[in-house]
């Protein structure tokens, strides 16, 4: 006889005020003070990662219980994804509203592991918001899409501190998610959702009907 499974329990868990307090609700510019929107956010185990409206990464190191900060040179803008990976090293991507990409190499205490904070820029092929990121699982490849529908694959090398980046599709509506594995992109857009094998650059629709 087939046991009865135990019904689902949903628990209502309280606001981490511990990590909202760490981040500022307004900064002044100026004679000007601005409210801070906290506007991306990703989570793993290591750590939490919260993108802001004044362009600055707010970086909760879970084991620490340290918040660190970084931000884009040059112009203050949105910040509007990011993407958290931990492999050998830990990286943390993030997109803005104007199109920049950056990536962060973090600083690990573990030995063989990165000493010194570095920042890779994937240069000048957005010109719109950036609204998907994706890794690959050993962080030496970076999707990101716009709303515009650009999908830009950007290769890196760590070793070297290289970052070179290329357009590798182009829909005609907005990116929406991206997801990566074993040499095939998922892409989904506000119209459809499709496989993109990376090696044969060929592309396989999921489905036949169109988004409405």
Not at 40 to 45: I, M, R, S, V
Not at 57 to 76: A, S
Not at 86 to 103: E, H, I, K, N, Y
Not at 166 to 187: A, C, R
Request: a positive charge.
């Amino acid at each position: 006889m087939a046991s009865v499974a135990s019904p689902v329990i949903f628990k209502e868990f309280c606001p981490l005020y511990y990590l909202l307090n760490a981040i500022p609700t307004k900064v002044q510019k100026g004679f000007r003070s601005i409210v801070v929107y906290l506007t991306a956010l990703d989570t793993n185990g290591d750590y939490i990662a919260v993108g802001s409206s004044i362009g600055m990464l707010y970086l909760y190191c879970r084991h620490l219980n340290q918040m660190k900060k970084y931000n884009f040179e040059g112009k203050c803008e949105s910040i509007t994804f990011v993407k958290l990976l931990s492999c050998f090293d830990d990286l943390v991507a993030v997109g803005t509203a104007s199109g920049r990409v950056a990536v962060f190499q973090l600083v690990s205490s573990l030995p063989g592991r990165n000493k010194q904070l570095r920042r890779f820029d994937v240069a000048g092929i957005h010109k719109s918001s950036i609204t998907a990121l994706a890794w690959s699982p050993n962080g030496m490849k970076l999707f990101s899409g716009d709303d515009k529908g650009k999908i830009v694959y950007s290769a890196l090398d760590l070793d070297q501190g290289i970052c070179n980046s290329s357009l590798v599709l182009e829909e005609p509506s907005s990116i929406v998610q991206l997801d990566y594995n074993q040499k095939v992109l998922l892409v989904s857009t506000l119209q459809r959702t499709l496989l993109f094998h990376t090696e044969e650059k060929s592309v396989k629709q999921v489905g036949t009907q169109p988004r409405k």
